[in-house]
Structure formats: structure tokens, C-alpha cells
């Protein structure tokens, strides 16, 4: 008996001493097996209202075979590349040489949103724009397992000082770096802004909040941080996640006067409001867009619903508005969203919106109820943030692992 004894627990240590080793070697070892390099060379040239781009790869232990963008507006032009480069039927194909090249084009940067006001915009001070069209999404071709290494670079034009990105600083003047662990082909997304800027920045924990607009615009910058101050230390625990950069730029017009998020960074036109007249904050709102990264596809109203509730709930939580003001917010939110019949819809308009915050401020209270308090809204949050594109199906999926029975909210006929 005591043998056998002995043997297991020989047996048992041998099995901990190699899992040891193995965790050892796996915390030594390269986070990617394979790497190239992607470099992003960006110079804007007011004058003409575009900014050039130039794309330099490298091959490492990873080679690229072929780079195949969308550009499927005449936004994009006069391209030219090292190897064989095809524009057409709004595709940019770049087979690079195998011991790597450069591929080079302009892109035209002011757009209109939908007529109502500029998105992208370059005046002869300053440039305000989203990396994701200034580089396209991309289909890439290479070898098995190969994922970049990027980094974005900017020439900026005399009289321009600064220019700020949603990605960290990589160590020299106006260099970042892109890496978004998600994907293992880095371009640099989010919104950017350069010129003659007016910054404001300050460190929350491990999270550096930038807050730039144009030199001289209305921008209520102190405020936008001050505002942060209060709102992200409850965002972190609400949501358990925080990026390691924050940025945030405005404009007044004749941008767009509304709000929008990306990867790491928002835009708010310099005249919204930072709470408005209904109590909601278009500022709070993309900030748990931002955060979370929950998005819609099919379900938009759940992404909209969730960050329109949060804006109210976080600023309830901090005393940015009290008790009695957000009852009141939730009243006209019940009101504006009185007609909606179904909530499951490619988009979410304002109406549908508005009846989404009711649907999930009562799913906050059912789980409260169903736990003596001890859950909340924000763990169904966080199982939403690791699915990032949840469908209704992931919703009660996600809803009944924390209140331990399917919920009778989800039930509702808006949801049919």
C-alpha cells in the first residue's frame, strides 16, 4: 500500500514539475511564431487636401504573399508599387516582391457625412480623420502563422506640432504603434488628429486620457477631463477593461455635430453638450462603446441600448446627476420609445434606442432581484465583451448564467 503510494505521489510531482517547465517555456517564448514588418508613412499636404501614404513591408520569419485592400471609393489614387500592383472593381491587389517593397498612394481626406457635415476634414492647420479609411480593411496572404509587426509614422507639415492617434507613442517623433491582438495584420484605425492642436492629457491608473482639438476651438477640453476623472475608475469596474490610451477630438463646424467611437478614441463634435437636456451624454456614451467594443450587426439595438443606458447608470453611479434625474431620464426614455413593436432590426434609431434602455434597466432590476443584489447588469457586461458581436441568443445566453434561469425580460414580445 505504501508503495503504491509512493508511486503516485511520484507520479503526481513528476506531472507538476512538467507542467511547471512547460508554463516556463510557454513564458519564454515569442509571442508570435512568425513575424513581418509593416511600416505606415503618412505626409499630409494641405494644399491639395490629401494625404499620401506609403505602405513598406518586410519580410521575417513570415512572408507576405499578397495584400488585397478595399478601396471602393475615389478617395484612393495615383497608387503605385514595388512588384504587381492591380486597381479595379474597388480592389487595390499588391503581390510585393518576396524580399519585400513599398506600395504607395494618395488618398482624398475631406468627406461629407450624409450631408449633414464633415467626418474628415483638412484645413490648412489641421486634419481630422479615421485611420480605418485612411488605411482600408485588407485581405492579407501569407505564410501559416505570420502576424505583423507596424508601426505609423507622420510628416507633418511646417507649422503643424503635434499629431495624436488612439495608439501609444513607439519612442520617436510623431511614430506610434499599431498592434491589435485580434489580428494579425495591423493597420492603424480609430481616429487621429494633427496640426496646430490644442491637448489636453492626464494618467488614470495605467490609462492615458488625450483630450485635442484645432488650436484655438471651443472644445471644452478641462471639462471632457474632469469629466473622465469621475466616470472611468466605474467604468473599469463595471467592465473589468480599460485600454491603455483613451483619445478623444473635436471640432466645431462644419464638422459632423455628433458623436461617433473607434478602436481607442471618439469624436465629438465641440458644441455637444457633455449632458444633455434628457439627461444622457453623447460623451459617456462613446466612451462605453469605446471601452466595451460591443458591437451590432444584427442586433444593433443591443450595443445602442447597452452604452445609451450606461451613459445614464455610470454618470447615476457617480453623482453626475442624482437619483430623481435619472427616473426621469428613464420616464422620457419610456415615452419617446412607447411605439416600438420590435426591437430586432438591422438599426437602431432613436425610438428603438430610447425602449432598448427600458428593456435592459429592467433586466438590471431582475437580476438585482434574483440574486439579493449580489449581481448586476454589469455581469452580463462583461460576458458580452468577450463575445464583442453578441446576437439576442448570446444576450440570454449571457443573462441566464448570472441570474441561473432563463429571464423573463428577454422573454418579451419586443424580442419575437
Not at 25 to 34: E, M, Q, V
Request: hydrophobic letters at 40%.
Amino acid at each position: 500500500m505504501m508503495a503504491a503510494r509512493e508511486r503516485g505521489l511520484k507520479m503526481r510531482w513528476t506531472r507538476i514539475v512538467s507542467s511547471a517547465l512547460l508554463v516556463a517555456c510557454l513564458a519564454w517564448a515569442p509571442a508570435r511564431a512568425a513575424d513581418y514588418r509593416v511600416e505606415y508613412h503618412v505626409a499630409f499636404e494641405p494644399e491639395r487636401g490629401v494625404a499620401r501614404v506609403r505602405i513598406d513591408y518586410r519580410p521575417g520569419e513570415g512572408r507576405v504573399s499578397e495584400f488585397d485592400f478595399n478601396v471602393g471609393t475615389s478617395r484612393y489614387r495615383n497608387a503605385s508599387g514595388d512588384g504587381e500592383l492591380e486597381v479595379a472593381q474597388g480592389r487595390m491587389v499588391w503581390n510585393p516582391p518576396a524580399d519585400g517593397g513599398s506600395l504607395s498612394y494618395e488618398y482624398r481626406v475631406d468627406r461629407r457625412r450624409r450631408g449633414a457635415g464633415y467626418d474628415a476634414r483638412m484645413t490648412p492647420d489641421w486634419v481630422l480623420m479615421r485611420g480605418d479609411h485612411l488605411v482600408p480593411a485588407a485581405v492579407v496572404t501569407s505564410s501559416r502563422g505570420a502576424a505583423s509587426d507596424a508601426s505609423l509614422h507622420f510628416e507633418l507639415p511646417e507649422g503643424w506640432s503635434a499629431v495624436e492617434t488612439g495608439w501609444p507613442p513607439r519612442g520617436e517623433a510623431a511614430t506610434f504603434t499599431i498592434d491589435n491582438p485580434e489580428r494579425r495584420f495591423d493597420r492603424p484605425t480609430g481616429w487621429m488628429i494633427a496640426g496646430d492642436l490644442g491637448i489636453r492629457r492626464e494618467q488614470h491608473r495605467d490609462v492615458e486620457v488625450v483630450v485635442a482639438a484645432p488650436r484655438g476651438d471651443g472644445m471644452r477640453r478641462n471639462e471632457i477631463l474632469g469629466m473622465t476623472n469621475l466616470v472611468l475608475p466605474e467604468m473599469r469596474d463595471a467592465f473589468g477593461i480599460m485600454p491603455e490610451k483613451l483619445l478623444i477630438v473635436g471640432a466645431g463646424d462644419p464638422m459632423w455635430r455628433g458623436g461617433l467611437s473607434g478602436p481607442n478614441s471618439l469624436y465629438m463634435h465641440s458644441d455637444r453638450p457633455l449632458i444633455s437636456e434628457n439627461a444622457t451624454s453623447t460623451l459617456v456614451h462613446e466612451l462605453v462603446h469605446m471601452v466595451t467594443r460591443v458591437q451590432g450587426n444584427q442586433e444593433q439595438w443591443i450595443a445602442e441600448g447597452t452604452a445609451e443606458y450606461y451613459s445614464l447608470e455610470l454618470m447615476r453611479r457617480v453623482g453626475l446627476i442624482s437619483e430623481s434625474r435619472f427616473e426621469r431620464a428613464l420616464e422620457w426614455m419610456r415615452n419617446r420609445g412607447e411605439g416600438v413593436r420590435t426591437l430586432r432590426d438591422v438599426r437602431a434609431h432613436g425610438p428603438k434606442t430610447a425602449r432598448a434602455v427600458i428593456l435592459f434597466h429592467e433586466l438590471a432590476g431582475e437580476i438585482q432581484e434574483a440574486s439579493d443584489g449580489e449581481r448586476s447588469l454589469d455581469d452580463v457586461m462583461r460576458r458580452l465583451i468577450e463575445v464583442r458581436v453578441p446576437s439576442l441568443h448570446d444576450l440570454r445566453e449571457a443573462a441566464e448564467a448570472v441570474i441561473g434561469r432563463p429571464s423573463t425580460t428577454l422573454d418579451s414580445p419586443l424580442l419575437d
